[in-house]
Nanobody, 127 residues
């Protein structure tokens, strides 16, 4: 599975921005995606969870973004596209946003969980 993020940029505080992440691969590999998510790494800080969405549409948000961010996903046979709509942005929302995909790889030897990561896209919110 390969992940490609897009949509980062600069915005004023209170503004909105949308991010996209395409997870592409063989139909079998895309089907093996159990969940996808957005994480961010603010300058000088550790990477943190923003929001996740499972293959059946269950969502989870960090408390700091609840009510402001919305995660959605669209799926077809060869790719998943995950979106993050961000509103009422604050300077503390700034950072590199990473897309992730949690995959279960099943072979005759058993199942192995693997996390794939995109390269990240920068979001800057000016005060």
């Amino acid at each position: 599975v390969q992940l490609l993020e897009s949509g980062g940029g600069s915005v004023q505080s209170g503004g909105s921005l949308g991010l996209s992440c395409v997870a592409a691969g063989t139909p079998g590999s895309v089907d093996s995606i159990q969940a996808m998510g957005w994480y961010r790494q603010p300058p000088g800080k550790e990477r943190e969870l923003v929001a996740t969405i499972t293959s059946v549409g269950a969502t989870n948000y960090a408390d700091s973004v609840k009510g402001r961010f919305t995660i959605t996903i669209s799926r077809d046979i060869s790719k998943n596209t995950m979106y993050l709509q961000m509103t009422s942005l604050k300077p503390e929302d700034s950072g590199v946003y990473y897309c992730s995909a949690h995959v279960i790889v099943t072979t005759i030897e058993g199942s192995t969980p693997i996390d794939h990561w995109g390269k990240g896209t920068l979001v800057t919110v000016a005060s």
